[in-house]
């Protein structure tokens, strides 16, 4: 059988045997002979022509099996046979040339058009090998042989058309029965055998001996000759048509007509109609339509079982648990991922009610969502929004995400579904969880700490702009009150020396002259210093007015004009404040006059009833684009640094925007309103 199964492709389309299938080639014709000269033994209507003929199923199977290099062993056989029953050497030729190419046009047919030698393994493949190599090609044979009898003598014409459809019949019956034992028995078997299957097969074949026996081999009364009792092993050969694999099936079938031909050639069974050849005729006609029904049926069942395992290979494949139950709610499958989860083999789940499945707290509420579904079957998770938790055999609950899928069978809807494990995903959840509350927690504690060093950081700049406001302040009333005092006192030593120093000389007096003045030049600079420092002004008179001092004083000093833009209806602001946009003023109108090259600038105050807004804008070069972009404010120098500070510890915000005809600095600051906030922002 291996051999059979193994063959080279090759040897099967070689026309030509090699030495090698020499003992092959004689099996072969031996078995052909032997076959047909049994078969010629039932022959009545002419020595050549009989109801029973074998060798066709030998000559198709021996093609299918072995190829086109078979055909001079069909040849030898037929030869034989003709020759040593009746007939010449060249009606012997004729006839087995016909035999031969019955043999090669039905492996061709069946090749073509019914799968070959796998023909009887899907349902319509045996009907197209019934019509296409059992009724089809069996009229080469017939139609050559025949006529070959007739041209050579040996049959006259007016025979022609009854020993033409006794050969044709006897072949069909051989293609039909005999093709399919021999097939089936070289190719594996499918059979999956154990003890109980092997007792069912004793059964099988003990209950087909017995019914051969009572229906073909016993003798029938004359009342009840006319009766169709043959008809009765048709419920017996679906026993193995559905129980068992072709070769049972194709061997019971084999055994039945075995029994019936030699109970109807000594005169026993259903089959004595007429003369014996019509009996043998009908008996062969039934035993083929009878092989054809059984095996049609062995293919059906088997088509079933082959989707039903390929059904089971895709589901077991799959990574996820997949349960099918029907309508009922009953388990008809499981995959070995389920057997696993669950801990349950398939034997135990399979029939059960899927509620074994379901932990005992959700049981008696699930047959209502089942209904449901079954109500409405479509594709979709199941328990959408809810957590979902199932239990193994051992009673451990764990949760699960569960998509159901309804598929429509022939036994009606099932529903199946795809269970996964989310242990391992909660787990995972539950892990980030705790390492986000925790990674939370500590952004918490990093944030609060640089909250916390920010307010320092603010509260030691505040502290530090006070501290120079306050050292300024102290130098500044040094400067006036000491200093300026001390360089007043000289002075007026001066001009006292200069106008009682009539004894000097000219240029003695000159000296002291010249540094009267020197003396009054530098108590005014100490004292416009001391101003600069800290301006008196801006607690006396406000902000409008100090401002007013410094710019008429930085034009002076500095020749640029600069336009100063203060409303008449300026709202004043706390002392802070007003520091802080004096010294914003101060510094920008400095950094104009040193980097702007501008001739011009303005100072603009503008208030509303929620800011103050100071803009000090020049026309010069500006700041470079990429200083701004790449730095902003950081890169503008310490003075602006400075003024930043100061404008944020009020809660305000500074802006510099600069392009090709000019820089506009811009302050925003609150506007405070109440007690509080004024005292807040003072002590910010």
């Not at 395992?309 to 389920?338: C, H, W, Y």
């Not at 020396?497 to 002291?512: D, H, P, V």
Request: proline share 5%; glycine share 8%.
């Amino acid at each position: 059988m291996r051999e059979i199964q193994q063959a080279n492709p090759s040897r099967q389309a070689a026309f030509l045997p090699s030495l090698r299938d020499v003992p092959l080639l004689l099996i072969l014709a031996a078995a052909y002979y032997y076959s047909g000269k049994l078969g010629l033994r039932f022959a009545s209507i002419h020595p050549s022509a009989t109801a029973v003929w074998a060798p066709t199923g030998i000559a198709i199977a021996s093609f299918l099996l072995f190829g086109k290099r078979v055909w001079p062993a069909i040849f030898l056989g037929a030869f034989l046979v003709n020759l040593t029953t009746f007939g010449t050497v060249l009606s012997s030729l004729g006839i087995a040339a016909g035999n031969m190419l019955e043999g090669w046009a039905g492996a061709y047919l069946a090749n073509a058009f019914a799968n070959g030698r796998k023909a009887f393994e899907r349902t319509e493949d045996v009907f197209r090998f019934a019509f296409f190599s059992g009724l089809l090609s069996t009229t080469v044979s017939a139609t050559i042989g025949v006529t070959t009898l007739a041209l050579a003598g040996l049959a006259p014409w007016n025979r022609y058309l009854p020993i033409w459809s006794t050969w044709w019949l006897g072949d069909i019956s051989g293609a039909l029965i005999v093709t399919p034992l021999l097939l089936s028995w070289a190719a594996p078997s499918r059979m999956r055998w154990n003890w109980s299957r092997a007792v069912e097969a004793v059964l099988l074949i003990a209950c087909i001996l017995a019914i051969g026996q009572l229906r073909f081999a016993a003798p029938i009364s004359e009342s009840l000759s006319h009766m169709p009792f043959g008809f009765l092993v048709l419920p017996l050969l679906l026993w193995p048509a559905i129980r068992f694999t072709q070769r049972e099936v194709a061997t019971s079938v084999f055994i039945l007509s075995t029994m019936a031909t030699w109970g109807a050639v000594q005169g026993l069974g259903p089959f004595q109609l007429g003369t014996r050849n019509e009996g043998l005729l009908l008996l062969q006609l039934f035993m083929a339509s009878i092989s054809i029904t059984a095996l049609a049926t062995n293919a059906a069942f088997s088509e079933r079982g082959k989707a039903a395992e390929r059904f089971q290979t895709v589901i077991d494949s799959a990574p996820s648990a997949m349960v099918m139950v029907n309508e009922r709610g009953k388990i008809v499958l499981v995959n070995s991922a389920a057997q696993e989860l669950f801990g349950y083999r398939g034997e135990e789940l399979i029939g059960q009610a899927i509620e074994m499945l379901v932990p005992g707290r959700f049981r008696d509420a699930h047959p209502e969502y089942r209904a449901g579904f079954v109500s409405d079957p479509r594709a979709r998770p199941m328990g959408a929004g809810r957590d979902l938790y199932a239990v193994r055999k051992d009673g451990s609950e764990f949760p699960v995400e569960i998509g159901l899928n309804p598929v429509e069978t022939e036994e009606g809807l099932r529903v199946l579904g795809a269970v996964v494990d989310l242990s391992e995903r909660k787990r995972t959840e539950e892990a980030l969880r705790h390492a986000k509350d925790d990674l939370e927690a500590q952004v918490a504690q990093r944030t609060e700490a640089l909250r916390a060093s920010r307010q320092s950081l603010r509260q030691l700049s505040a502290r530090i702009l006070h501290l120079q406001d306050d050292e300024r302040r102290r130098i500044a009333r040094e400067l006036h009150d000491s200093t300026g005092q001390k360089l007043a006192a000289m002075n007026m030593n001066l001009t006292l020396a200069a106008r009682e120093g009539a004894g000097l000389s000219e240029r003695a007096r000159q000296a002291l002259t010249d540094s009267s003045a020197l003396a009054q030049q530098v108590v005014g600079e100490i004292r416009t210093l001391s101003y600069l420092l800290h301006p008196p002004l801006l607690e006396e008179l406000g902000l409008g007015a100090t401002l007013r001092w410094y710019v008429e004083g930085f034009g002076q000093r500095s020749g640029i004009r600069v336009r100063l833009e203060v409303p008449e209806d300026w709202p004043g602001a706390p002392h802070e404040v007003s520091l802080t946009l004096f010294r914003v003023v101060q510094e920008s109108l400095t950094n104009i006059h040193r980097h702007s090259q501008s001739a011009t600038a303005q100072v603009r105050l503008s208030a509303d009833d929620k800011e103050l807004l100071l803009e000090v804008e020049d026309q010069g070069c500006g700041i470079p684009r990429e200083v701004l972009e790449s730095e902003g404010v950081q890169s503008l120098g310490v003075g602006i640094r400075g003024m930043r500070e100061r404008v944020s510890q009020l809660n305000g915000s500074l802006e510099v925007d600069s392009k090709a005809g000019g820089t506009t600095v811009r302050v925003r600051l609150p506007l405070p309103t109440t007690a509080p906030q004024r005292e807040q922002a003072q002590s910010a």
